[in-house]
Each structure stands twice: as structure tokens, then as C-alpha cells.
């Protein structure tokens, strides 16, 4: 069976610093990948999609970056977080580009920037 | 292009009485149209999708949804609120966007359980 990890769980990070999270899927090849931000109180923003290793699509411009360094590894990063960073991201996978695919989630990773 | 509403930010029910959440979607093809459930702290599970077969879905947790392609809506009902439900809740439409899909969310609806 799939599953989704991210890491870690939960961060707390001051203003200005560089950021990295992880997300790995097991049991699937080729998986589009999805990073999403939940900004308290409010719905899923997507931030970056990958149809295939080294292919990253942006969707909101701003001082994150995503990379697909493997096929199932997908990574966010920030060289220098602020304050309005904080929020529960969310890692995604999918098995294909078809519109009838189901997301499968992670478990999510809480960032407190301040 | 496509778009979700939510209608309701917040819906509070008791328990053993009818969940009605509502969403009315936007799209320029035939969506695919998915319902996601998030308990606080967590990633989101899948509760039920309509791909262009039957136009009432069932899904998990006694929780089923009716396409109606009239009037652009895909509400999730449930016959008898139990506690569990509490939590937060997503309609989600998905149409080719440049020969990709990508699903967009709605704001999203939580559910209050009263016992």
C-alpha cells in the first residue's frame, strides 16, 4: 500500500532563516506531487506542483521554492522566512494527471515563524 | 477556468440531526468534484468523488453527495450527525487547466457537533 511522510511534524523558526521540508511516498512510481499552505482559518492554497522528477510548477509567486530531487522526494524551501510563512503545510500525491485522481495527504507539517 | 464556493464558513448541528454543507462549483468543462475531511491537526482524507458516473455519490462515514449539473452544486449530506463528524470540510472541483488537472479548493466548512 501507499503512504505519504512528512517531516518534521512541527517547526518553530525565527524570521529570516532558511527553511526545509520533506515529504517522501512509498509504494507508487511516477506520482504527481503537491505542496499545499493552510493559513489559519482559511482554505488549502497550492504552492507547487510536479508532474516528474526535476518538474516544478509554481502556482503563487513568493520566497518559497520546491525541487523533485527523486521520484518520490519532494522538498519546500525558503531562504530567509517571514512572519506571514507561518502555517500547516501539507504534501499531496496523486497517481496521475487525470482529473479523477484522488490526493492523498500527508499528515502535515506545523511552521510557527516569528 | 474553475472556481468553488462554500457557502457556509461555519454549520453547528446536534447530534442525531441531518449535516447538509453546501457547494456550488464553476467550471468550463465537466468536473471532477471531490469532498475532503480534515480533523483538527491532521492532512485531509477523501469522502467521496463524482466523476461523471452516477449523479448521487456515496461515501465513507454514512456521508453521500448529489451532482446537479443545473444549478452547478455537489452538496454533502449525511442522514444523522455523530460526534466524530467534527471537523473541517472541502469541496474540491477539478478540470484540465492547460492539459493538466489541477484541483481547486474551497474555503472550506467546519463542522460543529453539539451533543
Known amino acids: 500500500s501507499q503512504t505519504i511522510h512528512q517531516w518534521p511534524a512541527t517547526l518553530v523558526q525565527p524570521v529570516g532563516s532558511p527553511l526545509s521540508l520533506e515529504c517522501t511516498v512509498e509504494g507508487t512510481s511516477n506520482p504527481n506531487l503537491y505542496w499545499y499552505r493552510q493559513a489559519a482559518g482559511r482554505g488549502l492554497q497550492l504552492l507547487f506542483y510536479s508532474v516528474g522528477i526535476g518538474q516544478i510548477s509554481s502556482e503563487v509567486p513568493q520566497n518559497l521554492s520546491a525541487s523533485r530531487p527523486q521520484d518520490r522526494q519532494f522538498i519546500l524551501s525558503s531562504k530567509k522566512l517571514l512572519l506571514s510563512d507561518s502555517g500547516f503545510y501539507l504534501c499531496a500525491w496523486s497517481p496521475g494527471a487525470s482529473g479523477t485522481d484522488t490526493q492523498y495527504f500527508g499528515p502535515g507539517t506545523r511552521l510557527t515563524v516569528l | 477556468a474553475q472556481s468553488v464556493t462554500q457557502l457556509d464558513s461555519h454549520v453547528s448541528v446536534s447530534e442525531g440531526t441531518p449535516v447538509l454543507l453546501r457547494c456550488n462549483y464553476s467550471s468550463s468543462y465537466s468536473p471532477s468534484l471531490f469532498w475532503y475531511v480534515q480533523h483538527p491537526n491532521k492532512g485531509l482524507q477523501l469522502l467521496l468523488k463524482?466523476?461523471?458516473?452516477?449523479?448521487l455519490v456515496k461515501g465513507i462515514n454514512g456521508f453521500e453527495a448529489e451532482f446537479k449539473k443545473s444549478e452547478t452544486s455537489f452538496h454533502l449530506t449525511k442522514p444523522s450527525a455523530h460526534m466524530s463528524d467534527a471537523a473541517e470540510y472541502f469541496c474540491?472541483?477539478?478540470?484540465?487547466?492547460?492539459?493538466?488537472?489541477?484541483?481547486?479548493f474551497g474555503r472550506g466548512t467546519s463542522l460543529i457537533v453539539h451533543p
Open positions: 463524482y466523476t461523471s458516473a452516477a449523479t
Open positions: 474540491v472541483v477539478s478540470d484540465p487547466v492547460g492539459g493538466s488537472y489541477i484541483p481547486t
